[in-house]
T-cell receptor, first 117, second 115 residues
Framework: AQTVTQSQPEMSVQEAETVTLSCTYD???????LFWYKQPPSRQMILVIR??????QNATENRFSVNFQKAAKSFSLKISDSQLGDAAMYFC??????????????FGEGTQLTVNP | DTEVTQTPKHLVMGMTNKKSLKCEQH?????MYWYKQKAKKPPELMFV???????INESVPSRFSPECPNSSLLNLHLHALQPEDSALYLC??????????????FGEGSWLTVV
């Protein structure tokens, strides 16, 4: 079974600064997907960024980028130029590329990000 | 804007009531999901439908009964719930197979309170 670990229950950052959220995972599979979801107080789960394991290039989406280290099974999220609207719970998630088990999304415990003005 | 729509947004029900949560998506996805989420915890998978057939039931108590009338709709029928069932219920959908990272898209959730 796969596991996802987020070792930082809470993080804070000053507005306009950069913050990095950590995520590690454990799997025996070679083909999978990794995601960062954001859940603001409204509680909707919003996709922030995704990474295909077979792609060596790190994914980026505007101010959000990841550092994907497949050998180390690490998948950190960097938020640049932090904004007040970035304040939320951030979940790292794993999904197998195998059809039979690919329906399950394994989440980490989450990191609560506070953005200070 | 979410393309997975859930109704109602909030629901309060007694332990003897029967109610339903509804979910609709128009993204052409053929997999739909129900998740349960407690405060400050990650979502927990309850059910998965693939091509309108139940493919995963994560040992959910029978007081929760899912239904997938067609490829766009997903219901969760609730009966004789317990106070500990109070939670946010998230509906989600995705493509089936290796398509664009097979991303799962979530609705805004239905807040359920059992009194």
């Amino acid at each position: 079974a796969q596991t996802v670990t987020q070792s930082q229950p809470e993080m804070s950052v000053q507005e306009a600064e950069t913050v990095t959220l950590s995520c590690t995972y454990d799997t025996s599979e070679s083909d999978y997907y990794l995601f960062w979801y954001k859940q603001p107080p409204s509680r909707q789960m919003i996709l922030v960024i995704r990474q295909e394991a077979y792609k060596q290039q790190n994914a980026t989406e505007n101010r959000f980028s990841v550092n994907f280290q497949k050998a180390a099974k690490s998948f950190s999220l960097k938020i640049s130029d932090s904004q007040l609207g970035d304040a939320a719970m951030y979940f790292c998630a794993y999904r197998s590329a195998e059809e039979t088990s690919g329906s399950r999304l394994t989440f980490g415990e989450g990191t609560q990000l506070t953005v200070n003005p | 804007d979410t393309e997975v729509t859930q109704t109602p947004k909030h629901l309060v029900m007694g332990m003897t009531n029967k109610k339903s949560l509804k979910c609709e998506q128009h993204m052409g996805h053929r997999a739909m999901y129900w998740y349960k989420q407690k405060a400050k915890k990650p979502p927990e998978l309850m059910f998965v439908y693939s091509y309108e057939k139940l493919s995963i039931n994560e040992s959910v108590p029978s007081r929760f009964s899912p239904e997938c009338p067609n490829s766009s709709l997903l219901n969760l029928h609730l009966h004789a719930l317990q106070p500990e069932d109070s939670a946010l219920y998230l509906c989600a959908s995705s493509q089936v197979g290796r398509v664009i990272g097979n991303t799962i898209y979530f609705g805004e959730g239905s807040w359920l309170t059992v009194v």
